[in-house]
C-alpha cells in the first residue's frame, strides 16, 4: 500500500488527469439520469446542478471560514495560559 | 415477563466496581466479557420489548425498562460501541478509566431506557460525573484537570436546566413520565426541559464544552466519549421534543458551525469535535421535523455516526498515542509510518463523507430526504451544502495534514508506528461495520422505530447527486488547498465567556476580596480572638477531663475514628472524593432497583 501511494504521488499529473476525467463522466451520467423525482426545478433543468452546487459549497465554506477565523478569533495557541 | 428483566446498566456498574479485583490473565477477558454480556442482555431485551423494572419511589412511580423501537435502537449501538470501545483500551493499566467507562455507559443506557424524568436524571448525572473522570485520568495533557471542571461545571448546569424543568412540570401537570412534551403549550418548563437536554447534544449556543473536554480526554476515554454524551442526548430529543420547529432552525445553525470551525482547526481531536457538532445537527434537525422518516433519519444516523466517529477519534488516538503530537502543525508525512491507521482514517473519512456503500450515505441522506418532503427546501440545500464540507474535512483535510502533506517534523515521523494489536482490532470491525451498514443498509433499517415509513438510498438520482457533490468537492480541495494548511493559533469560541469570566472572577478573588479578609483576619485577632481564646482554653479543658472522662471517654473515640475516616476518605483531592460520592450513588441506585 505504501509503495501503491508513492507511485501515485510520482504521478501527481497522471493521476489528476484521472480525477478530471472521472468527474466528467459523472456530469456526462447525471444527464441520463431520471430527474422526474427531483424535489425543485433547478435539479430538473440545471445540467449537473449538484456540481455546480458541490463546488460552489464548498468554495463559499473555505472563504467564509477564513475570513469568519481573520475577522478576530484567532488568538496565539497559549492565549488561555496565563 | 418482569422477572426476566436485568437491567443493562446493572452488569455494567456491577462489572466495574469487581474490576479492580480482578488481576491478570484474567484482566483482558474480563474486560471484554462485562461489555459482550451486555450488549447480549440489550439484544435479548431488543426482542422482548415492553416495560419493565416499574417501581413505586415515594409518591412516584418510576420505570427503569421502557424498551421500544425507538430506545430499543439507541441502547444496542451503545452497547456495541461499548464492546468496540473497550476492546480499543484493552492495554490501559489504569482501572479507574475503565470503570470510569463503564458507569458512563452505563448512564447512557439507563438514560436511554428510562421511562419517566427522575431516573432519567439520576442516570444522566452518574453520565456527566463519570465521563468527568475520563477526562481527569488524562495524565499527558496538563490542562486536563480545568478542562474536565469546566466540563463538569457546564454539565452541572445543563443538568440544574432539566431538574428545573421537570419539577415545574411535576408541578403543572402531575406527572413525571419522560414523553413527548405539547409543543404548543409554550411554557417555561418546556423550554427548561428543552435547553437542559439541548446542552448535553451541543446544540449552538450551548456546545463550547464538547471540542474542549474531547481534546483533552484520555485517548481511549474520547473514544468513549464521542459516542455516548450526544447521541444519548439525540435519542431524549426525539423522545421528548419531536417536530419541535425551533430545532430545525438550531440543528442546520450547528451543522453550519460546527464545519466551519472544523475548517480552521487546528488540533486533530477538536476538528473532530467540531464535526460531532456538525453531525449531531443535522440529528437534531431530524428531530424538529419530526416526521416518521426524519425521526428514523435521526436514530439511522445516530447509529451510523457512533460506528464512523468512533471509528476516527480510534484513528486519532492511535496518531496521538505512538506521535505524543496532536496538532497538525506538528504532524504530517505518516502514511510511511502508520499504513493502518491511515487506511482506517480515510474509511471513517468516506463514511462521515457518505460515500456510496458507507454508512453515512444510507443514514444522512434520509433527514434530508425528509426535509425535501416538508418543503422544507432552505434546510434541504444547507444540509446538503454542509455534507460537500463534511467531505472536504473528514475526507480530504484529516488524512491530508495528517499523513500526506510535508512532514512538519521528521523527528515525529521518525517515532511514529501502527498502534498495538487491540487498536488496530477495535478498528477493523468499527471499519467493517461501517462498510456492512452502508452496502447491507437493510440490516440498519430493520431496527429503526417506524417500519412503515423507509426510504430506498440507492437510487440512481440519488446517487448521481452525491457522486457529482463529492467529485466536485474534491476538485474545490484542489483548487484551493493552501487555504486549507494548518496553523498554530486556536480560534476563540463562546467558551471565552466563561474561561475569561472565569480568570476575571479568580482575580477578583485573589485582590480586593482576599484583601478585605485579610484585614478583617487582622483586626479579628487583635481584637476578638485572645479573649475568646482564654475562655474556650477553660472550657475545652474542662470539657476534656471533666465531662468525657465522666462519660467514659467516647469523645476520644469519636475523634480517633474521625481521624482514620478523614485519611481514608478525604484526602484533599477533590476527584476522589466525587469518585467516592458517585460511587455511593451508584449503590444507592442498586438497592432501589432491587428493592
Known sequence: MIQFIDFLKERGREVRYIIYGTMAAIVIWSMTVDTSHAHTWVEKYIPGFWAIFGLASCTVLIFFARWFGSAGIEREEDYYDE | MTNSFFHPSLL??????????????????????????????????????????????????????????????????????????????????DFWQQMAAWFYVAGSIGAIYAGDYLSLFLFWEIMAFASTFLVWCNRDEKEATAAGFRYLLVHTFGGLLLLSGFVLRYQATGSIAFELLDYETHTAYNWLIMSGLMLNAAVVPLHSWLPDAYSKATIGGAVFMCAFTTKTAVYTLARACAGFDILIVLGVAMAIYGIVYAIIENDIRRLLGWEIISQVGYMVAGVGIGTALA???????????????????????????????????????????????????????????????????????????????????WAGFLLTMVSAGTFLVAGLRLPWLIFFCEPNSAEVVERAADPPWNMQAAMIVAGLLCFLLGALYPLLYSMLPY?????????????????????????????????????????????????????????????????????WGKAYRVVGLLSLMTTARFSAWFDWHGIDGFLDGSARGVRSLGRLVARVLQRGQIQHTLAYTVTFVALVLIAFIWM
Open chain 2, 451 to 519: 417500519q412503515d415509513a423507509l426510504y430506498h438510498p440507492y437510487s440512481a438520482y440519488h446517487l448521481s447527486e452525491t457522486l457529482q457533490i463529492l467529485a466536485f468537492t474534491a476538485l474545490g480541495f484542489i483548487f484551493f488547498r493552501n487555504r486549507l494548511v494548518a496553523r498554530p493559533i486556536i480560534n476563540l469560541d463562546l467558551d471565552w465567556f466563561y474561561r475569561r469570566g472565569g480568570q476575571a472572577f479568580q482575580w477578583l478573588a485573589k485582590y480586593p476580596i482576599q484583601w478585605l479578609d485579610t484585614i
Open chain 2, 295 to 377: 425521526i428514523n433519519g435521526a436514530a439511522a444516523h445516530a447509529f451510523a455516526h457512533i460506528l464512523y466517529k468512533g471509528l476516527l477519534f480510534m484513528g486519532a488516538g492511535a496518531v496521538i498515542q505512538m506521535t505524543g503530537k496532536s496538532r497538525f502543525t506538528e504532524l504530517g508525512g505518516l502514511y510511511k509510518k502508520m499504513p493502518v491507521t491511515m487506511l482506517f482514517i480515510i474509511i471513517g473519512g468516506v463514511s462521515v463523507s457518505a460515500f456510496p456503500f458507507f454508512s453515512g450515505f444510507v443514514s444522512k441522506s434520509i433527514i434530508i430526504a425528509a426535509s425535501y418532503e416538508e418543503h422544507l427546501l
Open chain 2, 12 to 93: 455494567l456498574i456491577c462489572g466495574g466496581l469487581l474490576l479492580p479485583f480482578i488481576k491478570e490473565p484474567f484482566r483482558k477477558p474480563y474486560l471484554l466479557l462485562v461489555p459482550i454480556l451486555t450488549f447480549v442482555d440489550v439484544v435479548y431485551l431488543g426482542f422482548n420489548q415492553g416495560i419493565y423494572g416499574e417501581v413505586a419511589f415515594l409518591d412516584w412511580q418510576l420505570t427503569f425498562g421502557r424498551i421500544d423501537g425507538l430506545s430499543n435502537v439507541f441502547a444496542f449501538i451503545m452497547a456495541l460501541m461499548a464492546i468496540l470501545a473497550t476492546l480499543y483500551s484493552l492495554q490501559v493499566e
